[in-house]
């Protein structure tokens, strides 16, 4: 995939990264590409294991010691990587991109946050190191993103340590931190995970809330399709460190998933409005690193599988702008005249 790199706040192509596991090379992300447009969310999904985290550490420059990029290019607000580089040089101009133009959310906001400073403290330290913000303006900012991320008595709170806020808080509080320098980028990976159901739906609100005050992109990890339902306008779906279907537009995927695996993740979404709903679940598991062969990762779990789809790598067969579909048979698609389908492997 060629893009236009002018204007995206991401693009990510052809990124492969290998694994060395016990001497041997592993393939733990094969050919993934995407991109964002600037003020979108884009949803990359996938069961556990199927590199979301690589992803985003790659794009970061965070990787593992035992990991290495075999190939892969990034476009970030203009400026392009050549990920397979590993040099000083590109490490400082990737580092320089993190906190400025890319914001990072993890899952645990206990480990990112310091315990013995102040949380305020904590939003703004960075900005105000890096602007030179007298104390004073430094706190009156903080009070601004705790304010601009929904934390209510902003002034009681600003002094609190981390140990005395609540898990939803914490995260609040993390996400100020993460946005204070304006990133035009924000990445995030599985932030909701760790609260209840309720928190849940206040946080995502929130990015809603953030990507319009702050026109940023969002790049948002998680293996819940009702979460990418709620908050995304785009979609990549991962399996095996492949992307099996992606789409600019999530509704078509939500209204026609064309790729076995991603209709077998809607099937196992659960609708909240109906439940007695019977969950599905995908039958077999997610091969591990090295059991990853030829073909469509998928092929082994599924139902429509042929032998085609066991050899060389799966072209992308969408025909659509803005889609991708790595199936040699497609949902619904006819096949020798058959709907697919209709017939067993
Ligand atoms: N440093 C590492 N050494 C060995 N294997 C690793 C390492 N990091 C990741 N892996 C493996 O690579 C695969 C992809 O990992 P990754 O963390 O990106 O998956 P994920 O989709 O984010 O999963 P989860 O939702 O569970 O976080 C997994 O099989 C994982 O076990």
Do not use: W
Not at 172 to 201: H, S, W
Not at 260 to 286: F, M, N, W
């Amino acid at each position: 995939m060629t893009v236009d790199s002018t204007g995206e706040p991401l693009i990510v192509e052809g990124l492969s990264l290998a694994l060395d596991i016990g001497g041997v090379q592993l393939n733990a992300l094969r050919d993934v590409s995407f991109s964002l447009r600037p003020g979108e969310a884009r949803g990359l999904v996938g069961e556990s294991g199927s590199g979301k985290s690589l992803t985003l550490r790659a794009i970061l420059g965070l990787l593992p010691p035992n990991a290495r990029i075999t190939s892969g290019r990034m476009v970030v607000a203009g400026q392009e990587f050549d990920l397979t580089r590993t040099d000083r040089d590109h490490r400082r101009r990737i580092a320089r991109l993190r906190g400025a133009q890319i914001a990072m959310i993890f899952q645990e906001p206990g480990v990112a946050l310091n315990p013995v400073v102040p949380v305020g403290r904590q939003i703004v330290d960075a900005v105000a190191r890096r602007n030179g913000l007298t104390k004073r303006a430094a706190r009156e900012y903080a009070l601004h993103l705790m304010e601009l991320v929904g934390i209510h008595d902003a002034a009681a709170k600003i002094d609190a340590y981390p140990f005395e806020l609540s898990g939803g808080l914490k995260q609040r509080v993390m996400i100020a931190a993460a946005v204070a320098g304006e990133p035009q980028l924000i990445l995030c990976d599985e932030p909701t995970t760790a609260l209840d159901v309720t928190v849940q739906k206040q946080i995502l609100s929130l990015f809603t809330h953030l990507r319009d005050e702050l026109h940023a992109s969002l790049l948002y990890v998680t293996h819940d399709l009702a979460v990418v339902a709620q908050l995304c306008d785009s979609v990549t779906v991962l399996y095996s460190g492949e992307v099996m279907e992606s789409s600019d537009d999530l509704r078509a995927v939500f209204d026609g998933a064309q790729h076995p695996y991603t209709e077998a993740l809607l099937h196992s979404t659960p609708d909240v409005d109906r439940i007695e709903q019977r969950l599905y679940s995908i039958p077999g598991s997610a091969a591990s690193l090295s059991d990853r062969t030829d073909g469509c990762q998928f092929a082994p779990r599924c139902e429509y599988a042929r032998d085609d789809c066991r050899t060389g790598s799966i072209p992308d067969t969408s025909g659509t702008p803005g889609r991708v579909v790595r199936c040699l048979h497609k949902v619904g698609a006819p096949a020798d005249g058959v709907p697919v389908g209709g017939i067993d492997g």
